[in-house]
Nanobody
Framework: QGQFVESGGGLVEPGGSLTLSCSGSGFNLDSSHIAWFRQAPGKEHEEVSCIAGGTGGRSSYADSVKGRFTISRDNAKNTVYLQMNSLKPEDTGVYYC??????????????????????WGQGTQVTVSS
């Protein structure tokens, strides 16, 4: 059973931008680590970005999206965002937000891992194509 609702996906040209939203559904995500995962066609889910809970701003990004994607929170709106710039065709996939299954963090570093279950919910489709 999913606890979040993803939105903001769509069709965008290469080099374009898109901002995804992850809204809590009866769940306060302010204090939780929240990760964005994506599943490209024919591929397994992969971690894209993660943001720590609380008021801190620790975040992490997959190497493939560093410098292009930015994860952020708006706790007043109970929402986590993923701002995606300079989009590439290889960014195409279904994007999901979830509480990570496992988190490694120390001294400002952060690494999030996908959950072991298959409760991925609906996600939001991102298609980067001309």
């Amino acid at each position: 059973q999913g606890q979040f609702v993803e939105s903001g996906g769509g069709l965008v040209e290469p080099g374009g931008s898109l901002t995804l939203s992850c809204s809590g559904s009866g769940f306060n995500l302010d204090s939780s680590h929240i990760a964005w995962f994506r599943q490209a066609p024919g591929k397994e889910h992969e971690e894209v970005s993660c943001i720590a809970g609380g008021t801190g701003g620790r975040s992490s990004y997959a190497d493939s999206v560093k410098g292009r994607f930015t994860i952020s929170r708006d706790n007043a709106k109970n929402t986590v965002y993923l701002q995606m710039n300079s989009l590439k065709p290889e960014d195409t996939g279904v994007y999901y937000c979830r509480v990570p299954g496992f988190v490694q963090s120390f001294g400002g570093s952060l690494k999030c891992f996908k959950p072991d279950d298959d409760d991925w919910g609906q996600g939001t489709q991102v298609t980067v194509s001309s």
